[in-house]
C-alpha cells in the first residue's frame, strides 16, 4: 500500500518550518508554488495568521535581501531606519512598522550602552583616522623618549602581573596565581610549575637525584 502524499496544511506546516519569516523571501504567489496550490489556498490554511503585504513591505524585505546589514542599528554597523528609509523613499515610522510586520528586530531592541557605544565610535574613528593617529604617536615618541620608556615598562610590568588562572605547586600542592609572566617563562625557557623559589630549587634537586 502506497504512502498517502502530505496535504496541503502538512506542506505549508513545514514549508513554514523551514522559513519563519516567509515574507521576506517569498511572495504569496510563490508560497503558493513552493506548496503545489493557489494563493487563495494558502490566504484560506493561514487564517488569520495570513496578513496582507503592502508595497512597502515589499520594498524592506527586498532590500534586507540584498543588504544584509540594514537589519542591525548603526552603531553595531548596520544601517538607521532614516538611512534605509532615505534609500527607499520612504518614512521613518514607516521602515519601522514594515519592520515589525515583517518580523524583523527592532533596531530598539539591540540598544547598546553608553559605555559600548562610546567605545565602538571611538573604534571608528581610529579606523579612518589610523594613519594620522599613528603618524601623532611615533612623533610624540622620539620627542618624549624618557617618557615612552616609562610608559612600556608600566605595560610590561602590567601585563606580566595579569593573572590567567590559578595552578598548583608541583612541590608543595600549594594553589597560586599563575600569571602572564609565570606563562611566559614556563613555554619559553620551560620554568616549573612551582609557588616560590624554594619549591623551584627542590623540584630540580628532585629532578636531578631521578636523573642519576
Same mark, same amino acid.
Given at each position: 500500500?502506497?504512502?498517502?502524499? $502530505?496535504?496541503?496544511?502538512?506542506?505549508?506546516?513545514?514549508?513554514?518550518?523551514?522559513? $519563519?519569516?516567509?515574507?521576506?523571501?517569498?511572495?504569496?504567489? *510563490?508560497?503558493? !508554488?513552493?506548496?503545489?496550490?493557489?494563493?487563495?489556498?494558502?490566504?484560506?490554511? &493561514?487564517?488569520?495568521? %495570513?496578513?496582507?503585504?503592502?508595497?512597502? !513591505? #515589499?520594498?524592506?524585505?527586498?532590500? =534586507? +535581501?540584498?543588504?544584509?546589514?540594514?537589519?542591525? $542599528?548603526?552603531?553595531?554597523?548596520? &544601517?538607521?531606519?532614516?538611512?534605509?528609509?532615505?534609500?527607499?523613499?520612504?518614512?521613518? *515610522?514607516?521602515?519601522?512598522?514594515?519592520?515589525?510586520?515583517?518580523?524583523?528586530?527592532?533596531?530598539?531592541?539591540?540598544?547598546?550602552?553608553?559605555?559600548?557605544?562610546?567605545?565602538?565610535?571611538?573604534?571608528? %574613528? #581610529?579606523?579612518?583616522?589610523?594613519?594620522?593617529?599613528?603618524? @601623532? =604617536?611615533?612623533? @610624540?615618541?622620539?620627542?618624549?623618549?624618557?617618557?615612552? +620608556?616609562?610608559?612600556?615598562?608600566?605595560?610590561?610590568?602590567? @601585563? &606580566?602581573?595579569?593573572?590567567?588562572? &590559578?595552578?598548583?605547586?608541583?612541590?608543595?600542592?600549594?594553589?597560586?596565581?599563575?600569571?602572564?609572566?609565570?606563562?611566559?617563562?614556563?613555554?619559553?625557557?620551560?620554568?616549573?610549575? =612551582?609557588?616560590? $623559589?624554594?619549591?623551584?630549587?627542590?623540584?630540580?634537586?628532585?629532578?636531578?637525584?631521578?636523573? !642519576?
Amino acid at each position: 500500500m502506497t504512502p498517502e502524499a $502530505p496535504t496541503a496544511r502538512e506542506r505549508l506546516r513545514e514549508f513554514l518550518r523551514q522559513h $519563519p519569516n516567509p515574507c521576506v523571501s517569498f511572495t504569496g504567489q *510563490q508560497i503558493a !508554488d513552493e506548496i503545489g496550490v493557489s494563493r487563495e489556498r494558502v490566504r484560506q490554511l &493561514m487564517g488569520g495568521s %495570513y496578513k496582507s503585504v503592502t508595497a512597502s !513591505d #515589499y520594498l524592506v524585505a527586498l532590500f =534586507v +535581501r540584498h543588504r544584509p546589514e540594514a537589519q542591525l $542599528p548603526k552603531h553595531l554597523g548596520g &544601517m538607521s531606519h532614516k538611512e534605509i528609509g532615505k534609500e527607499l523613499g520612504l518614512g521613518t *515610522q514607516t521602515i519601522a512598522n514594515a519592520f515589525r510586520r515583517l518580523g524583523l528586530v527592532s533596531h530598539s531592541q539591540l540598544h547598546l550602552g553608553v559605555r559600548e557605544q562610546n567605545r565602538i565610535a571611538c573604534r571608528r %574613528y #581610529y579606523q579612518s583616522h589610523k594613519e594620522q593617529h599613528n603618524a @601623532w =604617536v611615533g612623533a @610624540w615618541k622620539e620627542a618624549n623618549p624618557e617618557k615612552t +620608556r616609562e610608559i612600556d615598562r608600566t605595560a610590561k610590568a602590567k @601585563w &606580566m602581573g595579569k593573572v590567567l588562572r &590559578m595552578e598548583h605547586c608541583i612541590v608543595c600542592g600549594a594553589e597560586f596565581p599563575w600569571t602572564q609572566g609565570r606563562e611566559q617563562g614556563h613555554r619559553v625557557a620551560g620554568r616549573r610549575i =612551582v609557588c616560590r $623559589p624554594a619549591c623551584g630549587r627542590k623540584a630540580a634537586r628532585q629532578e636531578r637525584a631521578n636523573h !642519576d
